[in-house]
């Protein structure tokens, strides 16, 4: 078995102190040790974790993802279309729950069968961690290596792979909600392309703006193509907590998500680990126009849900909704006065720009603009 403190201690010599993760019985020692040593984001599920780790990445940090088996499947949306896109990499352990000749739950058997198989086929570098202290130290080097290609490798980790440590206390806050304002009069329905100009109009060196999947990115490409930019591909619902993980790896500067109805629909558990964590830096804006836009036109359920009840039942400290783009662009003005995090909702109207072009850079292109753009900032 390996020492899981000086496991984790080579971790940290090779720069890895920033973790997220959902448990695993499996991997609960080295759980224990980010949470007492590193800095470590509970998510929800697990492609946040990979999201949120993306997030740190991208602010020059070097992140640790920690998951079952199972949730591997949850966390292959982000891994295939955020990192592999971007060429930001993650270091991941994953635990082999359903391992052959293992007497486990029903529930893992399959996976037990298919864990490294679809690491392969996400073309993820990966190794069984080896419970030798000695031997795991020189994959910690190969993995290091693989990470410092921009490429992301995960540890198969078996049963009574890690010896025991001891938690913490863990000193849990809790927060609510100091300000919410309502719908209180009718919506003026901006379109897509207004809202998008006066979010941008405000950009300084200390700004950097994730726009969700589909048509909020093109459209911000064609409004306004910032170095601070970066325009999702894939990934659904996972800007928010991409944002969390920048924000949070980088506190000096201004995060602005710009997420889309069908997006947050998609991946709503990241609101309460936005709103527990609650960096300062962070603005959440959810332009809203009850449509996936970007496959069609077809109806999301985003008329159905108060998203600002929503943020503030979870934490977030203020959640406000605007309705019009004036509005917003006051409620975005003073949050660059008083910091933060902040959720703001905003009705638009459907559609958008004839012939609507697509980002001409390539992703990998974008996160490299991005990350020297916020170094020399």
Not at 11 to 20: A, E, M, N, Q
Not at 287 to 300: I, M
Not at 341 to 351: A, E, N, Q, S, Y
Request: with cysteine; charged share 25%; glycine share 8%.
């Amino acid at each position: 078995m390996l020492n899981t403190q000086q496991f984790g201690d080579e971790l940290k010599k090779l720069g890895f102190d920033f973790y997220s993760g959902v448990p695993c019985s499996f991997l609960k020692y080295l759980i224990n040790y980010a949470i007492n040593e590193c800095d470590y984001i509970m998510a929800t599920n697990e492609g946040d974790a990979v999201a949120i780790a993306a997030g740190a990445c991208l602010g020059g940090k070097k992140p640790v993802v920690l998951m079952q088996n199972s949730g591997l499947t949850n966390a292959t949306s982000p891994l295939t279309s955020l990192n592999y896109s971007f060429k930001l990499p993650v270091l991941g352990f994953v635990s082999l729950r359903g391992e052959e000749g293992l007497n486990d739950e029903p529930q893992h058997e399959l996976m037990g069968q298919i864990t490294t198989e679809m690491l392969s086929i996400m073309e993820v570098e990966w190794e069984y961690l080896s419970p030798d202290m000695e031997e795991a130290k020189k994959q910690l080097e190969r993995a290091n290596q693989y990470f410092e290609q921009n490429r992301s490798f995960f540890f198969v980790v078996k049963k009574g792979t890690f010896k025991a440590v001891v938690l913490n206390d863990q000193s849990l806050s809790e927060y609510s909600n100091r300000k919410k304002i309502l719908k209180s009069k009718k919506d003026t329905l901006p379109s897509r392309t207004k809202a998008l100009e006066t979010i941008i109009d405000q950009k300084d060196d200390h700004s950097v703006f994730l726009a969700t999947t589909g048509k909020t990115g093109r459209e911000l490409f064609e409004i306004n193509d910032f170095e601070g930019n970066l325009y999702m591909v894939g990934s659904m619902g996972c800007a928010s907590s991409m944002g969390l993980g920048l924000a949070m790896a980088r506190p000096e500067k201004k995060v602005i998500v710009i997420d889309g109805d069908g997006a947050l629909l998609m991946r709503m558990g990241a609101l309460p680990t936005n709103a527990y964590y609650r960096p300062d830096n962070l603005l959440h804006i959810l332009l809203d126009n009850n449509t996936h836009d970007s496959t069609g036109g077809q109806a999301t359920i985003s008329h159905n849900i108060d998203f600002v009840e929503n943020a503030a039942s979870v934490g977030y400290p203020e959640a406000i909704y605007a309705h019009s783009a004036e509005e917003l662009d006051e409620l975005t003005k003073g949050w660059r006065e008083s910091g933060g995090l902040t959720f703001i909702h905003l009705r638009i109207d459907k559609g958008s720009p004839e012939k609507l072009g697509r980002p001409t850079i390539k992703p990998h292109q974008v996160k490299e603009r991005l990350m020297t753009f916020i170094n020399n900032h």
